[in-house]
């Protein structure tokens, strides 16, 4: 015969507290000091009460859901169409939910009114959410008034987070430019806001110092193939001998192969090019791109089961293997 599971009946009287104060703890509510909420999650521990997480939905009159949130920093641009990191998002927490009965909800934030707009995402959660692209400031906020969140980028030491090293993938990228014989390297790097493309650029940065090779990065730009065409024209002006480029996401470097063979320049014979992601945007380049895989789908089945699972640990990390995929964009060349 199982044994029952414990209630929050149980909880209330191995905490000595009523049942209204394991509620407002276990909702992260407010109305009860840190020495009730102590006792009540010592209490939790030992009995090893697991909310109902059904009952709470119903009881708020809410579905169970995941939240998949992003904030938009390009205003007139489709989140979901426009970057392909998105549509693997959602790939990835749907291989979890299906066959279950917690519903997926996304949100698109604007930049400008993001923090009252993630307050409300927030408070309304049920099963949690998984924060795709906040900013560590927006997370840590988003944390505290959630605690079933989860980030898919580097953050703030308290928030939860499933992410990848992407400053050693960018440096493990140059590296390989430059055992093909390159030494003109230049980099397009992605948004100043986003921690992604801050450690992409810290990795290119350490990777051309170690190697002893000029520094041809250009000012952070968004992660859209508009910014990687335009900046990839204006380095072959400024730079007519570089010969290969590190490019900080795929959807940038396809567009970067565009301006580069408008110009007269073969790719990879003139241009060697390595992206980032392994997206599809990757496959669909002419030539395809050699990139750094990042399994955004396996991060974002990670995150969701985390949040089916009920609390999260705060300053949990999984750390995801940022691994080459060579295609037709990267050739050897010779020194020059």
Known sequence: MSTPRPTIEDVARAAGVSRATVSRV??????????????????????????????????????????????????GLGWLGVHPYYSRVLAGVMSVLEGTDVHLRLHAVGASGATEALDTIAAQATVGAVLTNLEPAQAARFHRRCRRSVSMVTTAASVPSVEVDNAAGAYAAVEHLHRLGRRRIAAIHGPEASTCAVDRRAGYERAVRDLGLPDLGTPGGDFVREHGHDTAARLLQEHPGLDALFVSCDLMAAGAVQAITAAGRRVPGDVSIMGFDDSLAAVCANPPLSTMRVPVEDMAAAATRLLLGGDVPAGHRELFPVAPVLRQSTAAGRFT
């Open 26 to 75: 276990i909702n992260d509510e407010p109305g009860a000091s840190e020495p009730l909420r102590a006792r009540v999650r010592a209490a939790v521990a030992e009995l090893g009460y697991l909310p109902n997480q059904t009952a709470r939905a119903l009881a708020s009159g809410r579905p169970r859901a995941v939240d998949v949130v992003a904030v938009t920093y390009t205003p």
